[in-house]
């Protein structure tokens, strides 16, 4: 479903992503790790357009979008919940949503999918003329998991979603990412938290320093005295 | 006690001009940290196509005022894909320069295609005085017009930002511009139709600047586009109720000055005020909280 092959990105001097590749399936649920700084929400942001990759391709179903502006990469299907959430403080909880509806047409469809979103996540409707800002972290999380929903991705990458959460809420948003998938989207999920990522994911890429180290089935990850050694604490 | 309802009229219909114009700067820098100094010129550009809409095109005040709004609105656009655009990921003082010299050029333009002397604004309509509380305090019909247009403005401009989806895209991006791309908005287009609609209210401010003086001149938009620049920043820059308030505010401050004081104080207090809000609440009147939660 989406191929990236080996895309060098440059910050100014820095050269963050050093000929990364990685792929993710229809159906799958892959998993980014790394450490902080290892260029995992670089990756994430190449894909989705807001940073351009200076060699190297990405392809999403059979089309090369290496080069497509991010409105047109979200239009065929690629949405992403964003490190820090990034809500859109000054509106309120029901403006975020339908901003993350930009692009579809039609309030048949709008009610429709507002409808599956507030299904998965019951608490934003109670909060639905809330302004976003007044939200808890975990609500913000869910906003912007539900946000980038309503888009109707066919692939979600998710940044970080469990940053800054209680182990609670972690357990929480993870089995919803699982629910996203077993509903029919794919998921890209880049992850700090590697054993909860690890645990959900079918297959894992490790990333460090801009480069791409290990790759496998995730449980098989799980299980490398390597892995465990270098994150997931001993 | 007439004299004050009589400044207070005033200050009124002076403040819903700059307010007008206070709303161009801070919707601009709401959405791209830019203080657009040639806002003053397009106000400028409007005034003078709608002189010539009433002049050469026999037009009546409001046909001339939709010209003014489209003159001025594509003067913006070209301003901000010509200028503004190729600077986006520069830094901030570039493009402020780079404001400053589309001001300039406008200006001189303006001087040598129109002309160095005060023209006359043609009265469009009719200046007929009421009197009222016995005659002794008057409002004319211009000041009622004026008064009239702003409000109506202001309501057509909160429906747009807070009913319509370019609205909600423009406070989307206004707020975190790399979110609303991953939104799929054209954050380009966004930026454009702030552009249109800042110098569509620009042209209003000018044809209405052309009746309140009854002449207008190429440099005519340099000062009334600092004094709203002043209000924009009053009220709090980047928040369109704060550059309604601080419009109103200034225009009131200014006549009472004036006419308790002495015109010649006018500026200075203008001037000084913009000193003691930058000291004192540089965040304006209205200054939104930057404390998120995380």
């Known amino acids: 479903m989406l191929k990236v092959e080996n895309i060098d990105v440059y910050y100014g001097a820095i050269h963050a992503l050093k000929g990364v590749s990685l792929e993710v399936k229809e159906g799958e649920i892959v998993t980014l790790i790394g450490a902080n700084g290892a260029g995992k929400s670089t990756s994430l942001q190449t894909i989705s357009g807001l940073i351009r990759q200076k060699r190297g391709k990405i392809m999403f179903s059979g089309r090369d979008i290496s080069f497509s502006p991010a409105q047109e990469i979200v239009r065929m299907g690629i949405s992403q919940v964003p490190e820090g959430r990034r809500i859109f403080a000054n509106l309120s909880v029901r403006e975020n949503l339908e901003m993350g509806a930009y692009l579809q047409k039609g309030k048949e469809g709008l009610k429709k999918t507002l409808e599956k979103v507030y299904e998965k996540f019951p608490r934003l409707r109670e909060r639905l003329n809330q302004r976003a800002g007044t939200l808890s972290g975990g609500e913000q999380q869910m906003l912007a998991m539900g946000r980038a929903l309503m888009a109707?991705?066919?692939?979600?990458?998710?940044?970080?979603?469990?940053?800054?959460?209680?182990?609670i809420l972690v357990k929480e948003i993870f089995s919803i990412i699982k629910e996203i998938n077993e509903a029919g989207t794919t998921i890209l999920l880049?992850?700090?938290?590697?054993?909860?990522?690890?645990?959900?994911?079918?297959?894992a890429y490790v990333l460090e320093t801009g480069r791409i180290v290990t790759s496998g089935p995730a449980q098989e990850l799980a299980e490398s005295e390597q892995i465990k050694k270098a994150y997931l604490g001993g | 006690m007439e004299t004050l309802i009589a400044q207070l009229l005033n200050g009124l219909s002076l403040g819903s001009i700059y307010a007008l114009i206070a709303l161009?700067?801070?919707?601009?820098?709401?959405?791209?940290?830019?203080?657009?100094?040639?806002?003053?010129?397009?106000?400028?550009?409007?005034?003078?196509?709608?002189?010539?809409?009433?002049?050469?095109l026999e037009l009546g005040f409001f046909p001339a005022l939709i010209v003014a709004m489209v003159v001025s609105?594509?003067?913006?656009?070209?301003?901000?894909?010509?200028?503004?655009?190729?600077?986006?990921?520069?830094?901030?003082?570039?493009?402020?320069?780079?404001?400053?010299?589309?001001?300039?050029?406008?200006?001189?333009?303006?001087?040598?295609v129109f002309g160095t002397d005060y023209v006359t604004f043609p009265r469009a309509v009719d200046k007929v005085t009421y009197k009222f509380l016995g005659g002794n305090a008057t409002i004319t019909s211009h000041q009622i017009l004026i008064l009239i247009i702003t409000v109506i403005m202001m309501f057509i401009l909160q429906y747009i930002v807070h009913k319509t989806k370019t609205g909600k895209a423009m406070r989307a991006v206004s707020y975190d511009k790399d979110a609303a791309l991953l939104m799929g908005v054209n954050v380009d287009s966004v930026i454009t139709v702030t552009f249109a609609i800042g110098s569509a209210f620009a042209a209003v401010a000018g044809v209405l600047l052309g009746m309140y003086y009854q002449t207008i001149h190429p440099l005519m938009g340099s000062m009334p586009g600092l004094k709203a620049f002043i209000a924009a920043v009053l009220g709090g820059i980047g928040i369109i109720p704060g550059a309604m308030a601080g419009g109103f505010l200034l225009g009131i401050i200014e006549t009472l000055v004036s006419g308790y004081l002495s015109s010649a104080y006018r500026d200075v207090v203008v001037f000084g005020l913009l000193i003691v809000i930058l000291v004192v609440k540089p965040t304006g009147l209205l200054g939104k909280d930057t404390h998120e939660k995380v």
Do not use: C, W
């Not at chain 1, 109707?152 to 182990?167: F, H, T, V, Y």
């Open chain 2, 73 to 112: 609105v594509v003067l913006g656009i070209i301003v901000e894909r010509v200028a503004y655009k190729p600077l986006r990921n520069s830094t901030r003082l570039s493009a402020l320069i780079t404001a400053i010299g589309v001001s300039l050029f406008l200006q001189n333009g303006g001087l040598q």
């Open chain 1, 152 to 167: 109707q991705p066919k692939l979600l990458l998710l940044d970080e979603p469990s940053m800054g959460l209680a182990p």
């Open chain 2, 24 to 56: 161009g700067y801070t919707m601009v820098y709401g959405i791209i940290q830019l203080i657009n100094f040639a806002h003053g010129e397009i106000l400028m550009i409007g005034a003078y196509a709608g002189f010539f809409a009433i002049t050469k």
């Open chain 1, 190 to 203: 880049v992850e700090q938290n590697a054993k909860m990522a690890l645990s959900i994911a079918n297959r």
